[in-house]
């Protein structure tokens, strides 16, 4: 079902940048191929010879907005460079420098890779002094700005996919290796005992002596101790045992639905180890506003999930109910 959601969203963005590109191309939003006029303004002079020269670029705010029937004004001056070719001048825009719509959407779409720079040919250059000019830019034409947006997206989270995957291979073989020793050691079996009287209440279909019972308290401990992606595993493990429990394997048993929901808001008595690696020491005044934060989720949690499963409604859907329970 999840995956026919997410086709169905993306169908629905290609759909919609389909149609917003088109309504671009009819009213010429972005002005392929008509000149811009400009001011130049050299502040060391004209140089014929130069191949680089710094240049300020001044755009008259009524006549960019005549040009591109927009409300939006820009800034009086730009600084740039003027690059002399043989073949014609390009006028390259400062890097990073802020612009108004749709420079910006034009400077996104036809920048050099690596470089936030906007670039235009340069038409009808007549000097007025040895320090001004007046002419016109063109820019390189724009079109289906925001399908290319979301092909692009659409990579970059495939990419990001990938690595994510690669890099949860390590960690799953990593941590299923050594609960497999621990498991050959007994240590889950003695976790099991000790940990059964505090885990009973809120799994109580789970059987005594379950693996499931060390499985969740090695995850719930993962995930006090801020190693998000040790714990993955180890619930993904925990559920393969309470799914072996599952008469029926399409609906989640109560116990399901409590070590997802424990799993949300459980209690962080260390900080995140990735928020740590982004904000070093910093972090240490936010550790007790994490633990009472995460407490109280997880209370709540724990509440609503028994509350929840209580309801008639829940209580029908339930795949271990007996006929009593109905």
């Known amino acids: 079902m999840l995956n026919y959601i997410w086709a169905g969203l993306i169908i629905l963005s290609l759909v919609f940048a389909v149609v917003s590109d088109v309504r671009d191309l009819v009213r010429d939003t972005y002005r392929n191929g008509a000149p811009l006029p400009i001011t130049l303004y050299f502040p060391k002079g004209y140089q014929p010879q130069a191949r680089h020269q710094p240049v300020v670029v001044r755009i008259d705010p009524e006549n960019f907005r005549t040009f591109y029937r927009t409300e939006t004004a820009p800034e009086t001056t730009y600084t740039g460079e003027l690059v002399q070719f043989r073949t014609g001048d390009e006028l390259r825009f400062a890097r990073e420098v802020a612009l108004p719509e749709p420079l910006a959407t034009i400077r996104r779409a036809t920048a050099p890779r690596d470089q936030n720079e906007l670039r235009g040919t340069l038409k009808a250059m007549v000097l007025v002094g040895d320090s001004l000019a007046t002419a016109s ?21 495939a990419r990001t996919a990938v690595t994510l995957a690669l890099g949860l291979i390590g960690l799953l073989a990593l941590w299923l290796g050594l609960l497999r020793i621990a498991e050959a050691a007994g240590l889950v079996q003695h976790l099991t005992r000790w940990t059964s009287p505090l885990l009973r ?17 090695l995850n719930l401990t993962a995930n006090m101790l801020g190693l998000g992606n040790a714990a993955t595993p180890l619930g993904l493990k925990a559920m393969e045992e309470l799914q072996k429990l599952n008469p029926r394997p399409n609906t989640a048993t109560n116990a399901m639905v409590m070590l997802l929901a424990i799993n949300t808001a459980s209690v962080q008595l260390v900080p995140p180890v990735l928020l740590m690696a982004i904000m070093g020491t910093a972090v240490s005044p936010l550790v007790l506003p994490i633990i009472i934060v995460t407490l109280v989720s997880l209370v709540v949690a724990i509440l609503a999930a028994k509350l929840l499963g209580k309801l008639p409604a829940y209580r029908q859907t339930d795949p271990l109910r007996t006929p009593t329970d109905a």
Do not use: G, N, S, W
């Open 137 to 157: 830019v063109v820019f390189a034409p724009v079109r289906l700005v925001r399908l290319q947006a979301i092909t692009e997206a659409a990579f970059e989270f």
């Open 201 to 217: 209440p809120l799994f109580p279909d789970v059987p005594r002596d379950h693996p499931a019972f060390a499985l969740i308290v």
